[in-house]
């Protein structure tokens, strides 16, 4: 049966500023959701906190995944439970490589531990290395990343796109249930966001829900929402078929201040 | 072999020398024990108003609690099948071009790969040196780190015992490394490790030591390198004293024209020690790395003093020092560069970083300078700081839990000295160390896809 994620009613901030003032937003597994609206309406901050970033706080609402809340989780139990985070700003780790972070990563998310003897365990707790490196290259093909980066420290001295590229990736070998993707074409060129866009429908399918998180409309162009969803002042104030991600990019976001601004200021 | 037991309780001059009747030593290096023991009792006991000890203190630290050597050692070990099991155990991580084992200064185990020395290539423990090649051991034995160097210095030179002596010839290149491991098996007792190690014009050889042991002990070490003009000397020393252990050790290397060399050390151990390192470039075209890794954990503390001397032009050093700290550990970093008149198109680097893996760790930095050439580039800078929350946050997201990113983040952060290992042996002991200091199983550290594209075997 397909997974859902659910956003109920969410209020939630930083620092006891309130930014999400009642966000509802259901996504199904095999579903792509595009998410838009201006700079500052709140949509990145929607993202961080479906990841459980740690400084920010939820007032009230809930998110659910399959029905059972995800709000005590912390970040790593809800990478492990299928939920996956493409940053808008990737950080650079440096003396990480990529194929190590990524084998940790993996590892986790699928939870390899150590085969037991009577003397302990056995071997580490590391997907195999002849099986993680198939997969590797494999993936790596996939969404159009050279192999030498996998000997480079992660994100260390890429390109905006290199970084994207590589957070794309990620989502190809963890394999998740939902993934949000914050932001991934800003910064880009038309020729990366395109290659991001191909390595992304690629990955699509029964077993993946995306929500797209983008202020521009050109992403989707190349990513085919089902959904889209306008999201000003804290709220989704609008949710319609493709045809309202054409409609913004005509008449802009000011038609949805005109149309919206009134209503949440009071 | 009878020996009073007083003279070989306290240090005192009669105890130097039964030692050195106990080994049964020429008469020249009785003198020179004397002459250190000399020294040792004119040198004041560091007060903590000096310089270099204004940040480390000795308070605790009480000289009458350890014995100067342990007269019977054979009979007071474990029966030496079961170390030498131990100690193959170590062995086995390194393919080598030959082993010295000692346990209390005293050499039970070593090889030395045939074709080597038929070459002419030496590499046997000090004492054994002494006997057999008394010219060499002459020529170079404190002519580096001098018996009054400092307190230590000189209390090592009276009661040394044990090290290794390697001596590679002309032109002759060594490819694989070799290997000590020293031992102090003893609860209780001072151990007095000495180092020396020289390569003639040409040559080219790596050696790593590994030091171990020591329960509620103390060591005082010194190591001298001697590389030859155009020569490579690759020297790592791993520290991995027992938590109970006052280390104090006293290193220089003097680097003549078109040399090269790497220098290492890897502090993992002990409950406090304080290293001096000293870098002479004293010909064109000298060469030199300082590197150095620490982990410091509940108490400990790590005090490394560095000195890189550019005595002549066209030299160039470059230091980096790097340490994570956990609980109420400190480390104390003081390094200086001085460039002397003359030493013209010098290049000279010094870094020393820090990360704070606890709000109650402390990291302190003292770097210097003194340039007396114009036409010099030299640089250095210091950085403590914690792990960026964002980078927590990072490999969280990707399912690693909290322990598991801190490990992979700080084995990343001494990945940048690791680096500039080139040996890969040596560099995958190092890797199991930081492995064992991060109590975690090397293969868990996943760095073997890192190496995977540049081991041969």
């Known amino acids: 049966m397909a997974s859902v994620l659910e956003i109920r009613d969410l209020y939630a901030g930083i620092e006891g500023q309130e930014i999400l003032k009642g966000v509802n937003l259901t996504l199904r597994q095999g579903e792509i959701h595009a998410l838009m609206g201006p700079n500052g309406s709140g949509k990145s901050t929607l993202a961080y906190i479906i990841m459980g970033h740690p400084h920010y706080e939820v007032y009230s609402g809930d998110i659910l995944l399959d029905g059972e809340s995800i709000l005590e989780m912390a970040p790593d ?12 700003y990737p950080v650079a780790i440096p003396g990480v490589t990529v194929a190590n972070f990524l084998r940790q990563a993996v590892s986790a998310v699928r939870g390899y531990t150590a ?32 192999p030498s980066f996998a000997r480079r420290y992660l994100n260390d001295g890429f390109s905006g796109g290199e970084k994207k590229r590589m957070e794309i990736l990620q989502l190809a070998m963890l394999r998740p249930k939902f993934a949000v993707l914050d932001e991934t074409d800003s910064g880009l060129d038309i020729d990366a966001v395109r290659a991001v866009a191909e390595g992304v429908n690629r990955l699509v399918g029964p077993e993946l829900g995306v929500l797209v998180i983008t202020h521009y409309q050109r992403i989707l162009n190349y990513i085919q929402p089902d959904r889209v969803h306008v999201m000003y002042d804290g709220r989704v104030v609008l949710s319609g078929g493709p045809e309202l991600a054409l409609q913004l990019e005509e008449k802009g976001y000011d038609w949805v201040r005109q149309q919206f601004g009134n209503a949440v200021k009071a | 072999m009878s020996v009073k037991t007083a003279t070989t309780t306290q240090f005192s001059a009669e105890a130097v020398r039964a030692l050195s009747e106990l080994l049964d030593e020429p008469g020249w290096m009785l003198d020179l024990r004397l002459t250190a023991w000399r020294f040792f009792e004119e040198i004041p006991w560091p007060t903590g108003t000096e ?5 480390t203190s000795l308070r605790g630290f009480r000289l009458e609690n350890y014995r100067p050597f342990v007269p019977d050692v054979l009979t007071e070990v474990e029966a030496e099948a079961d170390l030498e099991t131990i100690y193959r155990e ?22 030395l790969d045939d074709t080597l020395a038929a070459k002419g290539v030496i590499f046997t423990d000090l004492h054994t040196a002494v006997r057999e090649y008394p010219e060499l051991v002459q020529r170079t034995f404190a002519q580096q780190v001098p018996l009054d160097a400092n307190k230590f210095a000189a209390l090592h030179y009276a009661f040394w015992r044990g090290g290794t002596f390697l ?9 694989l490394p070799f290997q000590t491991l020293a031992r102090l098996s003893q609860p209780g007792a001072g151990g007095f490790y000495h180092t020396i190690v020289i390569t003639e014009e040409g040559a080219s050889v790596t050696l790593m030591e590994d030091f171990f042991g020591g329960e509620r002990g103390f060591h005082a070490g010194v190591v001298e390198l001697y590389p030859g003009p155009n020569s490579r000397l690759r020297y790592t020393h791993v520290q991995n ?7 104090f050790g006293t290193q220089r290397i003097r680097v003549p024209r078109d040399a090269e060399v790497v220098h290492l ?30 982990f410091t954990t509940d108490h400990q503390h790590i005090d490394h003093h560095t000195m890189q001397n550019h005595r002549a032009a066209n030299c160039s050093s470059d230091l980096l020092y790097k340490g994570a700290l956990k609980d109420t550990s400190r480390s104390v970093y003081q390094g200086y560069i001085k460039v002397w008149p003359g030493a013209q ?20 930095s003292i770097p210097g300078l003194e340039i007396e050439a114009d036409d010099v580039r030299c640089t250095h800078g210091a950085t403590a700081g914690q792990i960026p929350e964002e980078y927590l946050f990072y490999l969280e997201s990707r399912g690693l839990d909290r322990p598991t990113a801190e490990r992979l983040i700080v084995a990343g952060f001494f990945q940048e000295v690791l680096e500039r290992v080139d040996n890969a042996d040596v560099r995958r002991k190092l890797e199991t160390t930081i492995a064992e200091r991060l109590d975690v199983d090397v293969a868990d550290l996943g760095l073997e896809v890192d190496n995977n594209t540049d081991h041969n075997g």
């Open chain 1, 77 to 88: 139990e809800r990478a492990r439970a299928g939920i996956f985070l493409a940053f808008q």
């Open chain 1, 115 to 146: 085969q037991k003897d009577e003397e302990g365990p056995v071997g580490s707790n590391l997907i195999p290395m002849r099986e993680f490196r198939k997969e590797l290259t494999e993936a790596m093909q996939l969404v159009g990343i050279d």
């Open chain 2, 51 to 55: 310089e270099t000890w204004r940040r």
């Open chain 2, 90 to 111: 170590h062995l086995a991580e390194l393919v080598s071009a030959g082993e010295l084992v000692m346990d209390e200064g005293r050499a039970f185990y070593h090889r």
């Open chain 2, 167 to 175: 001596y590679v010839p002309r032109n002759v290149e060594v490819t």
């Open chain 2, 241 to 247: 004293w027992e938590p109970t252990l006052w280390n």
């Open chain 2, 265 to 294: 050390i890897a502090s993992w151990g002990s409950k406090l020690s304080k290293v001096w390192v000293t870098l002479d470039l004293v010909e064109p075209g000298a060469r030199g790395q300082l590197l150095g890794l620490y």
């Open chain 2, 345 to 364: 198109k010098t290049d000279a680097y010094q870094a020393n970083r820090n990360l704070l893996l606890d709000g109650r760790a402390r990291a302190d």
